[in-house]
């Protein structure tokens, strides 16, 4: 039994059932992050954690206590929302004490726990502002200020950071992470950027649709996807998947692809995965930092495959430079190195870490393992 | 080489400007002209209106007429002028206004926040509410005003404005909480706020633009109402409107138009300083709440 | 004890007459909450009225005229005043006409009548007049003849508002000038006969021949700028009742020297009134001063005050006529020979003749008549259709 | 296992705000359903100068509409409505178009168009009847300056009548209606603007085509107010014409009024009313629809 | 001359002039994207070349002629907005064709353009919509295609992506880039998203302030920055800048930064800037690429410095790890390979690339060469 317990929890609007038997057992200190597009019930299954939406089925406690029914703040949480939900007509410092006034907490000390969170987020000098007159960032931090100062059991965070342009979304994220590391709270994380979900979680809830489709720590979700959906979702440029045809010679075994000049070519596999079998049709994946040029390729791979497509387009980003190119009629994405010496147009040696391929069955979507 | 700046999205040659200027004003002189007459006709002494001409300037100028309507005119049995009766209508429309305006922020804040089956329904019922024609409810409110045992009182009076009042008051305060994100009323009860600290800390400070345009429109209303002020108020409960009535109603006697105008503004100086102050916040108290159909 | 009192005299000089009766009764120590709602001839008043008498909330005494007396009657809410009448001996010296209205159908007293106006009055400029040598007119004839003279001199010959009941008003007295009998026939007992026979289209052709003499601009004008017309003398008449007397003395003219009065043409010696009585409320307390009230405002010393005041006469015909002037004399006398010789009749045009929604529904006829709408013969056919269907 | 039970505080959250909604819908329904339901059975009774209760049927009904100031009066709220409305909107669009142009004193402006809203008819009534009235008003101030052939007499005039009561109401609600259509304009996105005239939209075409068709809710905000005022409008008219001349601008308001209060035929007026509220409410319904279904 | 002539453009609203002398030469065919943080003047730099905005001083001419005064829609320009500005009571179609109506095209040619382009853009399907019922990313298509239809000399784009969420951004960008290969058109371009900008561009302007900071190529924006505004606002995460001090001797030298450990550490550099002076005070900045593990280091470098510093956090991004340690007192991160055998709080071997080192005045923030 964990710290915070979602079990077998569903939720429904009228006849329509919009979350789906979720099951998922939060340690203490855990990082868990709900990622998945829009839609997916990640909003509404935090919501059901505050106490702000019904539970139809099932239970969700904190702490063994099952809450169903528990007043949102008598659950000793605290909630950070997209938009921060910062009360306009209160300075910084009414914001984050709140929470703690209406709890009834003496005034000398709000006053500190306000003083102690401000210190700890260095937003001292903001504290008499209003939030009209703050950032993104700051207003940003404001909001967890108001988070913190309560000292909850959890932290529910929803999409936190996606008000924050590009620059300020990665600064505030190293921020979250150092302060998890520092507090060691307990924190349930909604975001729809795989990265942030990569990047700050200790497990990532992949959900689509209503259901969770993976559970599990940020590098099985991204090296050993379930299914074609997490693998997609997750990774950007996201997983190339193209269809192939399974090659399956005893142990040995390799997909077959259709290169640009329309011929046939077979990357070998490291190892036969038990469900393939020959001639079988599949969806071969591959992320774009296994397709490189043979400079930039992982020296300690077991498997490479060497092969000379057609590039069509060439993005350089700074650090690494982005090459399109085309299997078996659909867009592959390389990852490279800035120096790459490929061109549009020209044909060019691409080489594949086969170590980090995955299979999956075309029909059903599933892993083939 | 540096060319004629301007911020407008829209643009417009020196011809059009001119003549919109012109067409502004025009229509600025169309609005002022009743006034004109009133405030002219009311400086002036009563045989230079009977026997001339309405629209001209007072050839004599008089404050005379303004003291009378003020002070010693004949309302009822007794010269009293217009002033008794002005604090009869402060004393009816202040309440009304502030309860149907809190009414219709708890309505409002209730039907955006808080909602339930059939909230809409509700809400509904309330707005049909405001196109009632007033003419039809007049016997049965004394009825029902007689049975409570506030019939020709204030409280009566303020009872029936607030009845008539909160489907507007309702609908401008939706509107504009519909706008308001629902994310800060969930932080704060996450925060330990129950209904009523949610509304009074939270909605209501930043309520500031929607409660000018629910003021106005209720403070002009009540204030300029006379039918209800008639049929349901006593001497010592009867507004404004109704004893400037009496004033310049009057059918078999003496006509003192002078007067007439002059307690017609004094009448209507309340809601004109209402406009002119509030004025300002009203077309954004509009834009944050009731235009949006 | 109080009174409370709801009425429509709001204007200076009928406030001023209604103070008498108030600082008469505080003489007794009966206190007086006053109660006005001026508008459309007390309109306004019997709105309020009915909200407050639907509340149990009904005023003591309300100033009331003809039919509306007799509905509340019907409806069992008047008090009875037949002790004080008895005291005052009213049977005798109210005329019947009056107490017609001031008793409901058994017979008991239930309002105290104030004034009586009579309203087939002329009210003449006498510079107009003497500018075309013609006497005052006596009869329809010499009307038009002084009509035209005065149209030759480049003035307005007949200065009139164009509101339903000033319309009225005049029709009263042209449908009184076609005979007493006429008068009753079509106006109180609403014969159908002569509310469509040849007398009524008569009396409209009359009324288009009036019409002829008002300038363009009558629509919609209030009695009283009608009269500033005849004081300034850019009019030469005006068909009003007593009241209109009052502008005239306002504006320092005097009686005899500045305008005359006359009665209209062809009604000479007949009176077509109207009555403001006090109606008296059941109340559950206060019925003394109810009493004292109704006792105060027949007290002939009160009736005369009021009247000299307000233009009308009293009431009463037994209240000595010093304090009047030339016309408040006359209209005096002409009350108390039209009493005795039976030719007092309740003007239509202001609810002394048929219930409201009939006055009503002749005004609309009237009105849309005077306003060019109907011809004589329609307006006539009209007129019976009109009431029937009122009825 | 469904276990939603909440504990006592999450259970009186939940109907506190039920609690605070039901005065104001107890008085609605009582004060004004209850009220149009005595209406309409007034309606059907023979109540003369007090409510009755004798039940007679649709005779009132067929009365109502046997009356010849009732087709007046419904023919008159049809021009007036149509008048009223239209030309307020275009009024009140026009201004505050052209007051959005960065106008100097607008601040000034501003008020001078909305002030008439403030004052009742029983004030402004009046004035506007002596400034209609050919013999003292505008005609007679237009003689007076030298312009000898200038005729405005339609007050008196019992087909133009009705046309002054629409001038004066324009005068009153004009200004309202452009506060709300400049509300409306300062709303609209500024970045609209901008690709308008990229793509080479001339400002007739910009408004016509953009601007105009965004303004759809302040336009439909308009009507509803507008449109409720028309079919209540009362002190107008008593104000100005008093209905006359003759009955020439009656409206089904004063129409009702005058039969439930002056004529002591409180069955017709009811009828009336009931006719009236069944005109708003066919007004309303569609407009009430759309509001609640788009908020869903 | 270019195909658009910034010509010393100045803009001054009252007294502020929030443009100080721009001077930009765009030729045909090339993808201008200005870039920058909030409020330094890009949006209005647009909006003079569109002729929304009136110019101070300067002149702008696109194709050779001077267009100051023009009126936007005689200018022959197209632009995409933030919000995409859709007449939302038109329908697809008719907000692509209104520009051609306005500009008097008949009818069949309107017809026909807006064919081509729906096909182009795949939103045949859109065509009777109204926008209120699209998506982000298809309302963004319809935008771009309004501006496509009219087939104008020059596009401008105000931050068209910025309302989509991180995984769509990443697909339009590349169908933008798409679009312009096979379009050729004359492109400027407006982000603050300086991946965006490394991406997209032929060339890249970056401004702050009110003034171009840099005027180039992606790549030598990247690698060459100009000062230290340049350095920082472009890359992500941005560039490490710690200070260090200047070790000269003869042709060789170095910089000495203090490890986590407190200990001076030289690191040498592969060439002697001309304008590096022994024991000047330097802000050092390094690639967090460049900072690598052993096995990640670039196999090409010339010159490879060691260090052994203390781990502060992990952040793993899937492809790569984002790892945080501190020099000079200063966080500086360091970009693995996801396989990095790294820990929190232990220490481990730093590997940093020196040819990719660059050295600024503290004082000017100008580029020591
Ligand atoms: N009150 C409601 N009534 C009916 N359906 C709802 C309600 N609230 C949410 N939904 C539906 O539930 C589903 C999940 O919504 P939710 O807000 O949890 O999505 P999300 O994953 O948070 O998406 P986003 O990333 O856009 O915030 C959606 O399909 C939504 O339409
Ligand atoms: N109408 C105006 N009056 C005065 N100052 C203005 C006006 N418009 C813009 N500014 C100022 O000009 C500067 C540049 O604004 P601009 O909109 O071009 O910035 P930007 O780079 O587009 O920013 P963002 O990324 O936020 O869109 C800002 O400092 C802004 O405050
Ligand atoms: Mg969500
Ligand atoms: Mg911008």
Redesign the interface.
Known sequence: MGFLDIDNVTKSYGAVEVLHRVDIAVEEGEFLVLVGPSGCGKSTLLNMIAGLEGITSGEISIKGRVVNGVHPSKRNIAMVFQSYALYPNMTVGQNMTFGLEMHGVPKAERDKALADVAKLLQIEQLLDRKPGQLSGGQRQRVAMGRALVRDPDVFLFDEPLSNLDAKLRVDMRTEIKKLHQKLGTTIVYVTHDQIEAMTLSTRIAVMNGGYVQQLGTPQQIYDDPENVFVASFMGSPSMNLVKAVAHVTGNGAGVEVTGSDGAPHVLPLPSRPAGLTDGQQVLFGIRPEAVTDGEGADRNAQVLARLVNRIEVIEPGGADTFVTTTLSGKDVIARMRSQTTCRPGEDFELVLNMDKAVLFDPETEQRIR | MAVAEQDTAVRTGRITRTFIYLLLLLFALFYLLPFFVMLSNSLKPL?EI??GNMMSLPREWTIEPWLAAWST???????TGLKPYFLNSILMVVPAVAISTILGALNGYVLTKWRFKGDNLLFGLMLFACFIPFQIV??P???M???MGL??STPGLVLVHVVYGIGFTTLYFRNYYAAFPTELVRAAMIDGAGFFRIFWRILLPVSGPIAVVSVIWQFTNIWNDFLFG???A??DS?PMT?AL????????????YNVHFAGAILAALPTLLVYIVAGRYFVRGLMAGSVKG | EDV?VLH?????????A??VL?EDLQGQGIG?????????????A???L????????APTAVQMLGFDIK??AA?GALGNLDSVAADGSWDEVVPDALQNFSKDADGHWIAAPVNV?STNWVWISKSALDATGMEAPETWEDLIAVLDAMKENGITPLAHG???WQDATIFDAVVLSLGDDFYKASMIDLDPDALGGEKMVEAFQRMETLRGYV????????W??AS?MVI?GSAGMQMM?D?AK??FL??DQVPGEDFICIRFPGTQGAVTFNSDQFAMFKVDEGQDAQLAMAASVMDPAFQSAFNVVKGSVPARTDVPNDDFDDCGKKGMADLADANSAGRLFGSMAHGHSV???VK??MY?VI??H????FSAEEAAEEMVNAVQ??M | MATDTPDFRTRLQDWIPKLVLSPSLAMVLVFVYGFIAFTVYLSFTDS????SYDWIGLENYS?LW????WHTAIANLGIFAFLYISICTLIGLGLAIFLDQKIRGEGILRPIYLYPMALSFIVTGTAW?WFL???IGLEHTMHLWGWESFEF?W??D?DM?IYTVVIAAVWQTSGFVMAMFLAGLRGIDNEILKAAQIDGASNWNLYRRIVIPLLRPAFLSAFVILAHLAVKSYDLVIAL??G?????TELPATFMY?YT?????MGIGAASAVIMLMTIAAIMMPYLYAELKEKK
């Open positions: 045989d009977t026997g005119a004949q309302i009822g049995v007794e010269p007049l016997i409110m004394a009825r005003l007689g049975l019939a020709g008639a049929s349901f006593d001497l009867m109704v009535n009496n004033l310049v109603n009057s059918s078999t006697g003496v006509k003192e | 409370e429509w005299w709001t204007s200076g000089g009928e406030a001023a209604l103070n108030k007086w909450n006053d109660m006005p709602v001026a508008g459309g001839g007390g309109e306004a019997m709105t309020t009915r909200a407050r008498v639907t509340a149990g909330n509905d509340w409806e106006h164009g509101q339903a300038d363009d601009n009558f629509s919609g004008r209030d009283n700028l500033a300034d009742g009241w009052g502008e306002r504006a219930p409201a929604g009503n529904a609309d009105t849309a005077f306003n060019g709408e269907s009122a | 003369r100068m007090l409510p009365k046997g009356l010849r100031h009847k009235d050919p013999g007499g007050i008196k019992r009548a014409t008093g006359g001349p003759g009955r020439a005058s209060f002056t004529r002591n035929s």
